[in-house]
C-alpha cells in the first residue's frame, strides 16, 4: 500500500543520504522524494512517498526514528492529510492545437508560464492524479518534456509537525 | 590558549578517560600522532592491519564496560577499518573510530589517499562526523561518545581532516551533550511491563531467551534473578553466552542453527517465551513460517524498537533499557508473588530432562585423532571456565559456544552478527590489554588464524600473552561441512592445500609454539601452556579433519526440524507431547 511519511531531520550535510541510503541498503522503495528547510532553518521536512506492507512501512518509520538526525516522523496516510505534486509541462503548441492547449490549462487550472511561437510551458499543482489526468488528457505527440516534483504533504486541520 | 586540533584531539580522548588507543600511523593522522607522542594519559597501540585496530578496540569493548577507540589514517587507512567497523556495528558495540581525512580544500580532488569516509562507513555506523572547522572539535568527539555508549550501543567515526589537526583553537570540552533528535529510552512502559507479568503467571511452558543486549546492557545479574525466580528453562543466544551461567541446571544450552536439541524443541514448543535483548535472528530461529506456527505469546524487551517484531509477530513489546525493565518486571514478580503454575512448569521441565536425555553434545572420542569438541572440554577444564575467550569465524566458534560453560558476562567474544574471519587474534590483544590479569585464550581454525596473522607480531611488541588454540584440520571446517549437507560433497576450494609450520610461523614471531597430534597430550599441552604466564603460546592441534558441528538446522526448516548427532539419528526420541498435565492449555 501507498503510504506518504513525514520526516523532520535536523538540516545537517549528509542527512539527505543517510535517509536515502537506508532505503537503498534495506531495499525499500522511494516513489518521490521532496525536502526543503522548514519556517526553522536548522531544520528540514522530507515528504517520502513509499509502499509496502503494514509491516515493512513499520520497519521503515522505526528504522528513520533511528537516524540520529532524524527528530520526527509520522505516518500521514493515519489521517486526513493533504497533498500537492507541482509539475511543468512544456507541450506544442502551434495552429489549432494552440487554442486547445491554452484550453485544457485552464480546465485544469493550469497557469501557462512562459510561451513561445510553437510551444507553452504549463505550471500544474495538484495531487499526483490530477497531474497524471492532464498528460492522458493531452495528444502524446504533443508533450515535449515533463518534469514534476514528488508530493508535499501535510496534516489537515489541527494536525501538526512540529518539534 | 590556543591548541591545535591534533592537541585537542588527545584532550578530549583523555577527558574520556580511554586507556589504550589501537592504530597506525600515516600522512593524514601525523599531527594527531605528534600530540600523542607529547602527552602520557592513555596509551598508544601499534597493530600491524588497521581492521586489527578496530576488532582489538572492539574486544577491548566487549571484555570490560569501557570504550575502544582505534586511530587509522585516511584512505586505505580508513577502507581497512571498515570490517572491523561493520563488525562492531553488527554486534552493537560502543566504539569510537578517528579517522583521518585530506585537508579541506582538497576534499573531493580525488587527492593522494583520499576516500570519502563518512560515505564509506555510513551503512555500518551507528553514526559519523566529518569535521570541518577545529571549533567543532571538541564538541564533536563528546557527541561521538555519548551516542556510541548510549541508547543501543555501536560504533562511531569521526573523519578529521588534517588541516583541521593544524588549526588551533581555545580547548573547551563540553560537560554535558544534549542533541534533540537523540533520546533513547531507559524506562519500560509501565503497563507493558505488567502484561509480561500476566502472561507469565498465565504460562504452562515458559521459557527465557536471552541475547547480547543482556551483556551489553549489563543485566546479566537480573536475568539470573529472573530465572532462578520464575525456576523457567532459559537459552542463551551465541551473543548471550554468560549472561545465564553455562553451567547451571536451568540452563538448556545454546539454541538456534547449531543449539542443543533440548533449547530449540523448548523454543519451538513454549507457549510463552520472554526475549530479553534478543532479536531473533535467522541463525536462532531459521524460518519464521515454522516457528510462528506454534501457538505462542512473545514478550521482547529491546532498547531499540526496531528490533522489536522485525521477524516474528511480538505480543508485548517493551522498549527500554533491559537491565532497568528486568528490574522493574522482577519488582512486580515478587509484589505480586506472580509465579507460572507449578505443577504446569514440573510437566514443562519433564518434558526439557526428555529431550536432555539423548545429549545432542555427545560425540564419539577417540584414541588416535583429536576430536575438537574434546579440546574445548580440556580446555574448559584446564582453565577453570575462566578463561576470556575470543574466538574466529567456523566451526572451532561453534564448537567454543557448545563446550566451554561460559558462567559469566563478557567472557566469550566473538562475532556473532557479521561472522568476520580474522577476528579472535586481534580481539584476543584487545581483551588481554582490558584485563592484564587474565587468562585470554584465542580459539581459531587454521582458515581464520591466518586472516590475521601478522598481528602475533603486535603481542610480541606489547607482552600480550595470549594462548592460540588453532583447530587445525586442514579445511575452511564449516565451508566444508556445508559442501557435505548442500553440494554433493564437492569440497570447492575449502581445502587450504599449503598451510604453514604454525609452531616455526610462532617462534619466527619470537612466541612459543606447539604441535599437539595426540589425545592424550591434549590436556598436558593445555596445561603447560597456561603455565607460562608471560608468553603467547601458539598451540597448533592437528584435529579430525572430517568431523561436524552437530546439532544442525538447514535454512528454512523449523527448530524441532534438526539434523542430529548419528547417535541420536536411530534414538527413539521423545516428541513433544501436549497432553502431559501442563493444567488448562494454551
Known amino acids: 500500500m501507498r503510504h506518504i511519511l513525514s520526516v523532520l531531520i535536523e538540516n545537517e550535510a549528509g542527512a539527505l543520504s543517510r535517509v536515502t541510503g537506508l532505503f537503498s541498503a534495506r531495499g525499500y522503495n522511494i516513489d518521490s522524494l521532496t525536502v526543503q528547510t522548514t519556517e526553522d532553518p536548522t531544520m528540514s521536512r522530507m515528504t517520502i512517498v513509499t509502499h509496502g506492507s503494514e509491516d515493512v512501512i513499520e520497519q521503515i518509520t522505526k528504522q528513520l526514528n533511528k537516524l540520529i538526525e532524524v527528530v520526527k516522523v509520522i505516518d500521514l496516510n493515519e489521517a486526513d492529510h493533504i497533498e500537492r505534486e507541482l509539475m511543468l509541462i512544456k507541450v506544442r503548441a502551434t495552429g489549432k492545437d494552440r487554442d486547445e492547449m491554452k484550453r485544457m490549462a485552464d480546465i485544469f487550472r493550469g497557469r501557462i508560464i512562459d510561451v513561445t511561437e510553437k510551444s507553452y510551458t504549463i505550471e500544474l499543482t495538484g495531487p499526483g492524479e490530477k497531474l497524471d489526468a492532464f498528460i492522458k488528457a493531452l495528444d502524446q505527440a504533443a508533450i515535449l518534456e515533463t518534469v514534476r516534483t514528488g508530493a508535499s504533504g501535510i496534516g489537515r486541520g489541527e494536525r501538526i509537525l512540529k518539534l | ?586
Not at chain 2, 534478543?278 to 505462542?296: C, E, G, L, N, T
Not at chain 2, 572430517?546 to 521423545?574: R, S
Request: hydrophobic share 40%.
Open chain 2, 1 to 586: 590558549m590556543e591548541i591545535s586540533g591534533a592537541e585537542i584531539l588527545a584532550r578530549c580522548l583523555a577527558e574520556e578517560n580511554v586507556e589504550f588507543v589501537f592504530g597506525y600511523p600515516g600522512g593524514a593522522v601525523l599531527e594527531i600522532y605528534d600530540a600523542i607522542f607529547k602527552q602520557n594519559k592513555f596509551k598508544h597501540v601499534l597493530v600491524r592491519h588497521e581492521q586489527a585496530a578496530v576488532h582489538a578496540a572492539d574486544a577491548y569493548s566487549r571484555s570490560s564496560e569501557k570504550i575502544g577507540v582505534a586511530l587509522v589514517t585516511s584512505g586505505p587507512g580508513a577502507t581497512n577499518a571498515i570490517t572491523g567497523i561493520a563488525t562492531a556495528f553488527m554486534d552493537s558495540i560502543p566504539m569510537v573510530v578517528i579517522s583521518g581525512q585530506v585537508g579541506t580544500p582538497m576534499i573531493g580532488s580525488d587527492a593522494f589517499q583520499e576516500v570519502d569516509m563518512v560515505g564509506c562507513s555510513r551503512p555500518v555506523v551507528k553514526h559519523n562526523f566529518l569535521v570541518k572547522d577545529v571549533k567543532d572539535l571538541a564538541a564533536t568527539v563528546k557527541k561521538a561518545f555519548h551516542i556510541a555508549t548510549t541508547g543501543r550501543p555501536g560504533p562511531v567515526v569521526i573523519d578529521v581532516p588534517k588541516d583541521v589537526t593544524q588549526a588551533k583553537a581555545v580547548f573547551d570540552y563540553p560537560k554535558s551533550v544534549s542533541i534533540r533528535s537523540y533520546n533513547p529510552p531507559v524506562k519500560g512502559h509501565p503497563g507493558q511491563i505488567k502484561k509480561a507479568a500476566t502472561l507469565l503467571e498465565q504460562a504452562k511452558r515458559p521459557f527465557i531467551y536471552v541475547g547480547g543486549g543482556a551483556i551489553l546492557g549489563n543485566a546479566a545479574a537480573e536475568v539470573t534473578e529472573l530465572v532462578r525466580m520464575l525456576n523457567v528453562p532459559c537459552t542463551n543466544t551465541l551473543m548471550g553466552l554468560g549472561a545465564y551461567p553455562g553451567s547451571d541446571p536451568l540452563f538448556v544450552g545454546m539454541l538456534g542453527m547449531h543449539g542443543t536439541y533440548e533449547a530449540n524443541m523448548a523454543m519451538q514448543y513454549a507457549d510463552t517465551i520472554i526475549a530479553i535483548g534478543a532479536r531473533f535472528d535467522d541463525r536462532v530461529i531459521s524460518s519464521p513460517a515454522h516457528f510462528a506456527s506454534q501457538a505462542k505469546k512473545i514478550v521482547q524487551i529491546d532498547i531499540d524498537p526496531s528490533s522489536i517484531a522485525k521477524r516474528v509477530k511480538v505480543d508485548v513489546p517493551i522498549v527500554g533499557d533491559v537491565k532497568d525493565v528486568l528490574k522493574d518486571l522482577i519488582a512486580i514478580l515478587k509484589e505480586a508473588n506472580i509465579r507460572p503454575s507449578e505443577k504446569a512448569l514440573n510437566a514443562w521441565w519433564d518434558q526439557i530432562n526428555d529431550w536432555r536425555k539423548p545429549n545432542s553434545l555427545w560425540y564419539a572420542q577417540d584414541d588416535e585423532i583429536i576430536q575438537p569438541q574434546f579440546v574445548m572440554q580440556k580446555l574448559f577444564e584446564v582453565t577453570g571456565g575462566n578463561a576470556i575467550i575470543t574466538s574466529d569465524v567456523g566451526q572451532h566458534q561453534m564448537f567454543t559456544a557448545q563446550y566451554y560453560q561460559f558462567n559469566r558476562p563478557r567472557q566469550w567474544i566473538n562475532s556473532g552478527g557479521l561472522g568476520t574471519m580474522g577476528f579472535g587474534l586481534p580481539a584476543a590483544m584487545g581483551a588481554q590489554l582490558a584485563n592484564p590479569y587474565a587468562d585470554v585464550a584465542c580459539i581459531t581454525g587454521d582458515g581464520s588464524i591466518q586472516m590475521n596473522i601478522q598481528e602475533l607480531s603486535t603481542c610480541k611488541q606489547y607482552h600480550t600473552p595470549v594462548k592460540i588454540i588453532n583447530l587445525n584440520n586442514g579445511y575452511l571446517g564449516m565451508v566444508r561441512q556445508w559442501q557435505e549437507f548442500f553440494y554433493g560433497t564437492r569440497y570447492s576450494e575449502s581445502y587450504v592445500d599449503a598451510l604453514p609450520d604454525f609452531v616455526k610461523l610462532a617462534e619466527a614471531y619470537g612466541h612459543v609454539g606447539m604441535q599437539i597430534t595426540k589425545p592424550a597430550d591434549v590436556e598436558p599441552a593445555l596445561r603447560e601452556a597456561f603455565a607460562m604466564k608471560e608468553r603467547l603460546v601458539f598451540m597448533d592441534f592437528l584435529t579430525n579433519p572430517k568431523a561436524n558441528v552437530f546439532p544442525m538446522i538447514q535454512n528454512g526448516k523449523g527448530l524441532n526440524q534438526m539434523d542430529l548427532p548419528p547417535h541420536m539419528q536411530n534414538m527413539q526420541l521423545t516428541p513433544f507431547e501436549n497432553n502431559r498435565d501442563y493444567g488448562n492449555l494454551c
